[in-house]
């Protein structure tokens, strides 16, 4: 959900820059930037990504004045890059939106820390998880760390969301409560089918766009 425009408070305009700025940061100085160094093949897919991600979340459903929902993806991205070059493709996508005036400038913090890195992280957080205590297999990868991992992220990501209308006095809870939080599940299922499907066909016909799969672990001797 794109946070409408103009209507946050000053202090959480300031607050969320602030919280955006440290984790943009950590993450330009933790990101694996040898892995797309001088290749221009990767460097197009990122892009591609991020532009896609920006019509993507460009179309939406209103629902009431001023709520309203799209897909995330997010989880996707995540397990195509890792999580530092999913948030910058999620921070691209919404300087272009902003840009083309399709979000607010004022927004763009907490849009993005809603829409990009809470999904990223609890999708890179699910697919360590599974790492260390699921089977390293096909059907693990695509069910838990895609399927089920975008379900859950997406479900936590419009939860928060919902919480900062209420917080941010955008939105009455009143309102969030009969207009908004129902609907969260309703977009958190097929979210999770639509990431699911979107990387198996990733995995068999595209793995080399796929940073967190690899055939050695989850397909050689299975």
Request: neutral net charge; hydrophobic residues 65%; glycine residues 6%.
């Amino acid at each position: 959900m794109n946070l409408p425009a103009d209507v946050l408070p000053l202090s959480w305009v300031i607050a969320s820059a602030l919280v955006a700025l440290a984790i943009l940061f950590w993450t330009v100085k933790t990101a694996p930037w040898h892995k797309v160094k001088g290749d221009s093949h990767a460097q197009h897919v990122f892009f591609g990504v991020a532009v896609a991600l920006a019509l993507l979340w460009k179309f939406s459903a209103s629902i009431a004045d001023g709520l309203t929902f799209h897909f995330l993806m997010m989880t996707s991205v995540t397990l195509m890059f890792g999580w530092q070059f999913a948030v910058l493709a999620a921070l691209l996508a919404l300087i272009i939106l902003s840009a083309f005036e399709v979000t607010g400038w004022d927004a763009l913090a907490l849009n993005w820390l809603l829409m990009g890195v809470v999904p990223a992280l609890i999708t890179w957080w699910l697919l360590k998880l599974a790492w260390r205590w699921l089977p390293h297999h096909f059907f693990v990868y695509v069910f838990f760390n895609a399927f089920l991992a975008a379900g859950i992220s997406t479900f936590v990501a419009l939860l928060l969301t919902g919480w900062v209308l209420i917080g941010a006095e955008v939105q009455t809870a009143e309102k969030v409560g009969h207009s908004f939080m129902p609907y969260i599940p309703l977009l958190a299922a097929p979210e999770a089918f639509i990431n699911g499907m979107l990387m198996g066909f990733l995995v068999m016909f595209k793995p080399q766009w796929i940073a967190t799969f690899t055939d050695e672990h989850y397909l050689k001797g299975k």
